[in-house]
């Protein structure tokens, strides 16, 4: 490992002209007034396989019974198979893939394959190799029933901050991995997705890895490179057309059987009531028949309630524009990332405290660069039950269909301490918030 400090490292000389002549703020316009304590350190995780040999290896959902598995090769022409059994090193099955490249500037990255497998059995460990070469990789499916435990990090840079948060993630089983945005903090420097890749690849080659995308992964200059998420499209493919989305920035998946169902936003996507993805999410949330499925989640990036003073109405456009969406379907949790701390919040509608709306919670304090959110509005509100600047990681284990149990773990330095736990009901279990939802909210619907 090599450890690089931010202000040891140059930005592109692209990026510089442009900051230089029109000002940081034309990268993230809305984070001007607000000053972080002083950033950590990144570490760079080396490439120590050989040209053909799998690294940055990650898995993901991608359907009821499949799993995608993803990974890069400096070798453009490894090939894009994976081999994979239940018992090591006997693979009775094989599946081939797709792969793709891309460039940035002067950086060209290596070819990076998807290659979806299945069908597989759930709550079972697979064995798997990629490409025919190099280590051997394991996973174990989600279970298709009740309970199922989700392990939530937003903001994950890769730092010893993140070191500390991915042991402490690793040290406890878990199902599912769910990120609501900002990942590598390569901003730019895209053999930063290399290293963050490798960081995360003991992890991430695991447990499925779930994603949505933040304003890091933008990677977007006006006028001399206006493709926005290129490194992120090429190299975190999501089940977007398996959800029927059109764009890999929004979708959604279910899990333990059809009982639960999670919904990516794209914070920095159209979301306007004339917008494909508030389309796309009508009609998402319109198939979901709440006695199937009875917990009902939602991961963005920007939060829409918050009162830490870094990123203050970032979400406030997008709430207006889909909160009464999610708010009709009787969403239970909203998780979001961005501000770099822990928040939970009651359940709420409009900004009122109401036993029907989702609970939302902020949880961007996986460990970047940037460091910690440390202040707060004061007084607090009310509808704020539990704010802390510290980085560290949640777990949502799903019970049964009406019990869930919410806890946060904060980074003690070698340990991880349950500092904010409560349990949760689904709405579905509630016939007054059933019962009573506006039949405009509906006829939305
Ligand atoms: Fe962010």
Redesign the pocket.
């Known amino acids: 490992m090599e450890i690089r400090c931010p202000r040891a490292f140059l930005l592109p000389l692209t990026v510089v002209f442009f900051i230089f002549f029109f000002g940081p703020q034309f990268l993230f316009a809305s984070e001007k007034e607000y000053t972080r304590p002083p950033p950590g350190c990144i570490i760079f995780t080396k490439h120590d396989r050989s040209e053909s040999e799998p690294q940055q290896v990650h898995v993901s959902l991608a359907g009821s019974d499949h799993m995608r598995v993803t990974w890069v090769t400096d070798d453009h022409e490894a090939p894009s198979t994976v081999e994979y059994g239940t018992a090591p090193g006997q693979y009775n099955a094989m599946a081939r893939g797709e792969n793709t490249s891309y460039t940035y500037f002067f950086y060209s990255s290596g070819e990076i394959h998807h290659v979806k497998i299945g069908p597989l059995k759930p709550d079972t460990t697979y064995y798997y190799r990629c490409g025919g070469c190099g280590p051997e990789f394991s996973f174990k499916t989600p279970p298709s029933t009740f309970p199922i435990e989700f392990v939530v990090v937003g903001?994950l840079g890769q730092t010893d901050w993140t070191k500390s948060t991915l042991k402490h993630v690793e040290s406890k089983d878990y199902d599912i991995f769910l990120l609501p945005?900002?990942l590598s903090y390569a901003d730019f420097q895209q053999p930063l997705w290399d290293s963050f890749g490798r960081l995360v690849e003991p992890t991430a080659s695991h447990r499925p890895w779930m994603v949505t995308e933040?304003?890091?992964e933008i990677e977007m200059l006006p006028i001399i490179y206006p493709h926005r998420f290129k490194a992120y499209n090429a190299r975190w493919l999501m089940p977007y057309e398996e959800s029927g989305s059109e764009s890999n920035l929004y979708y959604s998946f279910d899990v333990a059987g059809r009982s639960i169902h999670i919904i990516m936003l794209g914070s920095y996507t159209e979301f306007d009531s004339d917008s494909a993805q508030y389309k796309w999410l009508q009609q998402d949330l319109a198939k979901i028949d709440r006695k199937m499925t009875p917990w009902v989640i939602v991961l963005l990036?920007?939060p829409w309630y918050n009162t830490n003073t870094a990123h203050q109405g970032e979400g406030e456009s997008m709430r207006k524009a889909m909160e009464q969406l999610l708010y009709g379907a009787r969403v239970d949790i909203v998780f979001a990332?961005?501000v770099h701390a822990y928040e939970r919040f009651t359940r709420i509608h409009d900004n009122n405290a109401d036993s029907c709306g989702p609970v939302y919670v902020t949880i961007?304090d996986g460990g970047n660069r940037e460091g910690l959110a440390m202040s707060y509005k004061n007084p607090r509100s009310p509808l704020s039950m539990f704010r802390e600047a510290s980085f560290g990681h949640g777990r949502l284990r799903v019970l049964n269909h009406t019990h869930a149990h919410w806890s946060w773990h904060r980074n003690n330095e070698t340990d991880a301490v349950v500092a904010d736990e409560v349990w949760l009901e689904s709405l579905s279990a509630s016939k007054t918030c059933m019962g009573q939802q506006p039949s405009s909210l509906k006829d939305e619907l």
Do not use: K, P, R
């Open positions: 903001d945005g900002d933040g304003n890091h990036h920007a990332g961005h961007g």
